[in-house]
């Protein structure tokens, strides 16, 4: 059984940063899919940024040129790295990793941009 666990999210300035982690507790094996999701209050679930195993990393508009996407296998961990946020970036921020036996999702960190 996989468990992903997310952190790094906290309260932040408009302008700041932040690198958010996914740290997964089991191998994980044949991954076609890590991606990073958002859902801000009475919001669907957006997907954020996300990286396939073969093929280009994607990024929503929102986050073009201001979020990274960053996979680590020798560590088990994916990275969100967030520059310049806004504060309509607010939102809990879930990663997710689709595996040829199953889709796993952490258990959310909350990201709040305020001054």
């Known amino acids: 059984q996989v468990q992903l666990v997310e952190s790094g999210g906290g309260l932040v300035q408009p302008g700041g940063s932040l690198r958010l982690s996914c740290a997964a507790s089991g191998r994980i094996f044949s991954f076609y899919f890590k991606g990073w999701y958002r859902q801000a209050p009475g919001n669907q679930r957006e997907l954020v940024a996300s990286i396939p195993s073969v093929g280009s990393t994607h990024y929503a508009d929102s986050v073009k040129g201001r979020f990274t996407i960053v996979n680590d296998n020798a560590n088990n961990t994916v990275y969100l790295q967030m520059n310049r946020l806004k504060p309509e970036d607010t939102a809990v921020y879930y990663c997710?990793?689709?595996?040829?036996?199953?889709?796993?999702w952490g258990q959310g960190t909350q990201v709040t941009v305020s001054s």
């Open positions: 997710n990793v689709g595996t040829l036996g199953g889709s796993y």
